[in-house]
């Protein structure tokens, strides 16, 4: 689930740019290109990106990923370590 | 009267550890790891032992009430345990701790089955007092919650911040809670009772109002920086 968030995120702050680069996830996230993939098929299916006209975190993903902020927030509040 | 200002505090006791359990299940929710069920299981086991404790006071009936602090005793034990194996666990998330904590929680499923079972179900056995079992029991919860408070102290101090403060204190309060009453239980003590219950309001409110002011003041990760371990 962690990869989920991080995806995200790079998605988002990568949004900025003129153009999002599969390759450019994939050397921040540190994943291989076909397991990507794969998460990229799942974050679309789940409707929290999207790839047409270009590549951006759709509302519900961006709901999502201020939710996920929080959690990680809390947890740290917490003491509890994610890793 | 003073019965009823204590079946007040245990009500409310549970109705925050209720509240609270919706905050806490988050970690779960969005991780996906089952190492931090413990923490929503803990604060369920937390409120239903304040229920049982109300009950107790607000019953007549001598048998209901000597079953319903039985089962306060064990539920309240159950609880700190859930929690403290989370704290243990939530360091670790390799494949073999992940089966390590597999196999701790059904060992604690089935230690909580056959505890109850112990206690209630007939033939019962001969179990020492209630007053010594909860003395013991009390010494148990003392142990746990103060590795939790250390846990979480051992993090503050790692990455000291204003906002990592609260949950060490709320957990320390517990301790001083169970230890008054220990104190409580030992010699009787009037004010050490009274301030067991003072102190775990306490520290149930500092839970409530930082789980609030976390979720409340939502904030976007992407403006505080990426999602890294760095973060947690």
Known sequence: MKIYGDVLFIIKSEARKEKVVLTHIQLKTNVPFDRLKLYMGELKELGLIQDEPALKLTEKGQQYLREYGSVLDFMKRMGLAYS | ?232
Not at chain 2, 87 to 107: D, M, N, P, V
Not at chain 2, 108 to 128: N, Q
Not at chain 2, 214 to 231: C, H, L, N, Q, R
Request: hydrophobic fraction near 55%.
């Open chain 2, 1 to 232: 009267m003073d019965n009823l200002v204590l079946i007040l505090a245990e009500v409310v006791s549970a109705i925050i550890c209720f509240i609270l359990v919706r905050f806490m299940i988050k970690p779960y929710q969005y991780t996906g790891e089952s190492r931090y069920f413990g923490l929503p299981l803990g604060f369920v086991f937390l409120g239903i032992s304040y229920l049982f404790m109300g009950f107790a006071l607000f019953s007549d009936t001598l048998i209901f009430i000597e079953d319903m602090k039985w089962l306060q005793l064990l539920t309240q034990a159950f609880a700190f345990a859930f929690l403290a194996v989370t704290y243990y666990f939530s360091k670790q998330s390799s494949e073999r701790k992940r089966l390590l904590w597999q196999i701790t929680f059904a060992g604690m499923i089935v230690a909580l089955v056959v505890s109850y079972l112990i206690v209630f179900v007939p033939p019962t056995f001969v179990l020492p007092s209630y007053k010594t079992v909860d003395e013991y029991f009390r010494i148990f919860n003392i142990i746990l919650a103060l590795y939790i408070s250390l846990q979480a102290l051992r993090s503050h101090a790692m990455k000291p911040g204003h906002k990592t403060i609260w949950f060490p204190l709320g957990y320390v309060l517990l301790v001083f809670s169970q230890y008054s009453l220990l104190v409580w239980s030992l010699d009787s003590s009037f004010s050490a009772f009274v301030g067991a219950h003072v102190l775990r309001l306490m520290g149930l409110f500092v839970f409530l109002f930082v789980s609030f002011h976390t979720f409340a003041s939502s904030t976007d990760v992407t403006t505080k920086g990426k999602v890294s371990d760095e973060e947690v």
